[in-house]
């Protein structure tokens, strides 16, 4: 399977807890975009990297997000202190730079409790 | 703040009908529009995009854009129940901020 993929699926976490994502977008695909997705809404843009510069971040993304995209191939998304309020549903995706459609992950289910 | 909009739904269509899902956005210098389909508990996938004014379509599906009224569109005909889903309008602005609608659910009857 060539498709983006996300670890973990789902990720259980106790309030103040650092949690982790990793994507590895489609192997020749060098825009990689980091989304987060509540129940009735749609995808929300959070950043965006072209190979392995961080081009844009959301001004809603807090200081307690980073991401990461070490020698442009998987990337990172990094939650510290977590706040029940960040369970979602986090969405990597990714294209070619000649394209802007955009192909998603499965996804990454957090729960905060 | 750059808006998309999408009527929630459900909109329900009986087998074989023809769907007609609406999106507008309020950016106008708005350039790239796609489709998207996300099933209950799964990630979106891609449908179709759409750049031009008029008509594109691909099988089933045809997306429409009238950039002067700031719409977008997305017909499916002879709907079956497999297509099911919330339908995603998504926008993209300028730089790579994309911005999606909050989905419309569409429900086939059979």
């Known amino acids: 399977d060539t498709g983006v993929s996300q670890d973990p699926r789902h990720k259980i976490t106790k309030r103040g807890q650092n949690v982790t994502f990793r994507c590895d977008p489609i192997?020749?695909?060098?825009?990689l975009y980091w989304y987060r997705q509540t129940l009735g809404q749609g995808p929300e843009f959070l950043t965006y990297?072209?190979?392995?510069?961080?081009?844009?971040k959301s001004r809603l993304l807090s200081d307690r997000f980073s991401a990461e995209r070490p020698k442009g191939s998987f990337s990172t998304l990094e939650i510290q202190r977590t706040e029940q309020g960040d369970s979602a549903m986090y969405l990597c995706?990714?294209?070619?730079?000649?394209?802007?459609?955009?192909?998603f992950g499965p996804g990454t289910r957090l729960t905060v409790t | 703040q750059k808006e998309v909009e999408q009527n929630s739904g459900p909109l329900s269509v009986p087998e074989g009908a023809i769907a007609s899902l609406n999106c507008t956005y309020s950016?106008?210098?708005?350039?790239?529009f796609f489709w998207y389909r996300q099933y209950s508990g799964k990630s979106p996938e891609l449908i179709m995009s759409?750049?031009?004014?008029g008509d594109k379509e691909d099988g089933r599906f045809t997306a429409q854009l009238n950039k002067a009224s700031q719409y977008v569109s997305l017909l499916i005909r002879d709907s079956q129940p497999s297509d099911s889903a919330t339908y995603l309008c998504?926008?993209?602005?300028?730089?790579?901020?994309?911005?999606f609608g909050p989905g419309t659910r569409l429900s086939v009857l059979p």
């Open positions: 995706a990714s294209s070619l730079v000649r394209s802007y459609e955009q192909y």
């Open positions: 990297f072209q190979n392995e510069a961080q081009l844009e």
């Open positions: 998504a926008v993209k602005g300028e730089g790579q901020n994309f911005v």
């Open positions: 192997s020749e695909h060098n825009r």
């Open positions: 950016d106008r210098v708005s350039q790239s």
């Open positions: 759409i750049y031009s004014n």
